[in-house]
Nanobody, 127 residues
Framework: QVQLVESGGGLVQAGGSLRLSCAPS????????MGWFRQAPGHEREFVAT????????YYADSVKGRFTISRDNAKNTVYLQMNSLKPEDTAIYYC????????????????????WGQGTQVTVSS
């Protein structure tokens, strides 16, 4: 069973930056897309960003556009989420996710359309 391993969370002041990383536990694992979701206490898990491995196409939630950047390193089979201009409302557990199906699987924005998940990494932004 493949696991997604996240790293890079932590505590940062508002306006600061963090970079999250995610890689599969099995190097030969391949997926159609990998992305990030987040969940704050008392809230549902929400989409943050996703990237398509083959094309490099990216998709973002409106709340993070212009501040967050998702990227991939094909050689390392790793996805990154660069988070700049962080706000207290960005505080959440951030989860890496991967999906093996293409567009036929449905919206990139819904957690149900992803097959593999990481354990999550805490991001806390202080005001």
């Amino acid at each position: 069973q493949v696991q997604l391993v996240e790293s890079g969370g932590g505590l940062v002041q508002a306006g600061g930056s963090l970079r999250l990383s995610c890689a599969p536990s099995r190097r030969t694992f391949s997926s159609y897309a990998m992305g990030w979701f987040r969940q704050a206490p008392g809230h549902e898990r929400e989409f943050v960003a996703t990237i398509i491995w083959s094309s490099g196409s990216t998709y973002y939630a409106d709340s993070v556009k212009g501040r967050f950047t998702i990227s991939r390193d094909n050689a390392k089979n790793t996805v990154y989420l660069q988070m700049n201009s962080l706000k207290p409302e960005d505080t959440a557990i951030y989860y890496c996710a991967a999906r093996t199906g293409g567009v036929y699987r449905g919206s990139y924005y819904l957690p149900i359309n992803y097959d593999y998940w990481g354990q999550g990494t805490q991001v806390t932004v202080s005001s």
